[in-house]
T-cell receptor, first 113, second 112 residues
Framework: SQELEQSPQSLIVQEGKNLTINCTSSKTLYGLYWYKQKYGEGLIFLMMLQKGGEEKSHEKITAKLDEKKQQSSLHITASQPSHAGIYLCGADMTGGNNRKLIWGLGTSLAVNP | GAGVSQSPSNKVTEKGKDVELRCDPISGHTALYWYRQSLGQGLEFLIYFQGNSAPDKSGLPSDRFSAERTGGSVSTLTIQRTQQEDSAVYLC??????????FGPGTRLTVL
């Protein structure tokens, strides 16, 4: 089984709707990174979370790391077609540095106009 | 440009041939990573370079795969005697110490 589970695998929403993507681990997350990937392109860094209970926002995207540091959620408010893509979470489970992140399989998001 | 660059962007080769993929990291970044991404699969870690330390090669799938990083900057991933299962997008990333990884656009490798 995957060390880092992402859910849902895919999501189709109507423009303007809110949505949440989850990233769950059975181990403590010392660092959790959210990236977005458009088809045929590299990964674009969104946010990094390290402290239990931490929450960060950028434009209409908010990411949270739970108090136990084993789950993170990515929430998009009032989705737009530009939000479409694959969202990936990567986790540092070794503590102390960011090498050899463990990656989820990604969540594919489509936003219908 | 200021980002990570990779070349070529696309490579089509015949089974059994050798290929070299190049990565130019962001200037000053001490860490460099190679990943492989296959359709429907997550990111598969291949190799990690950090400064002058010995690289972490634990993710290389076979001895046909090797990588070098010259002068602490440019890196080359070499795949010898390519097989069809090597077809994938090869992504390179670099980072400063204890910070997020910045990814290049990838090289799409197709082995016929």
């Amino acid at each position: 089984s995957q060390e880092l589970e992402q859910s849902p695998q895919s999501l189709i929403v109507q423009e303007g709707k809110n949505l949440t993507i989850n990233c769950t681990s059975s181990k403590t997350l010392y660092g959790l990174y959210w990236y977005k990937q458009k088809y045929g392109e590299g990964l674009i860094f969104l946010m990094m979370l390290q402290k239990g209970g931490e929450e960060k926002s950028h434009e209409k995207i908010t990411a949270k790391l739970d108090e136990k540091k084993q789950q993170s959620s990515l929430h998009i408010t009032a989705s737009q077609p530009s939000h479409a893509g694959i969202y990936l979470c990567g986790a540092d489970m070794t503590g102390g540095n960011n090498r050899k992140l463990i990656w989820g399989l990604g969540t594919s998001l489509a936003v219908n106009p | 440009g200021a980002g990570v660059s990779q070349s070529p962007s696309n490579k089509v080769t015949e089974k059994g041939k050798d290929v070299e993929l190049r990565c130019d990291p962001i200037s000053g970044h001490t860490a460099l990573y190679w990943y492989r991404q296959s359709l429907g699969q997550g990111l598969e870690f291949l190799i990690y370079f950090q400064g002058n330390s010995a690289p972490d090669k634990s993710g290389l799938p076979s001895d046909r795969f090797s990588a070098e990083r010259t002068g602490g900057s440019v890196s080359t991933l070499t795949i010898q005697r390519t097989q069809q299962e090597d077809s994938a997008v090869y992504l390179c990333a670099s980072s400063a110490s204890y910070s997020e990884q910045f990814f290049g656009p990838g090289t799409r490798l197709t082995v016929l």
